[in-house]
């Protein structure tokens, strides 16, 4: 299944916990739900904050996309 597949299939899941959990009642699977990179469709080195994997966050961190985000240096 291509990438994009999974990341449209995931979100919709996504949406059904979040709905159930709204609603008061314990979702049924609630280990099937995934996150997935909005960019890629990564699922590992995934970011709650900015919904992005880690290497797309470093690319767009580095272009200036990002904002609020800095490059460290001490």
Do not use: D, Q
Not at 3 to 10: D, E, F, Q, S
Not at 27 to 39: A, F, G, N, Q
Not at 46 to 60: A, G, W
């Amino acid at each position: 299944m291509a990438r994009k597949a999974l990341v449209i299939k995931h979100a919709e899941r996504r949406e059904k916990f979040l709905k159930a959990k709204l609603a008061g009642v314990k979702p049924k699977e609630p280990t099937k739900v995934t996150y997935r990179c909005k960019l890629c469709g990564r699922n590992h080195g995934y970011m709650r904050k900015f919904e992005i994997c880690r290497i797309c966050f470093r690319e767009l961190a580095a272009s200036g996309k990002l904002t609020g985000v800095t490059k460290s240096s001490w």
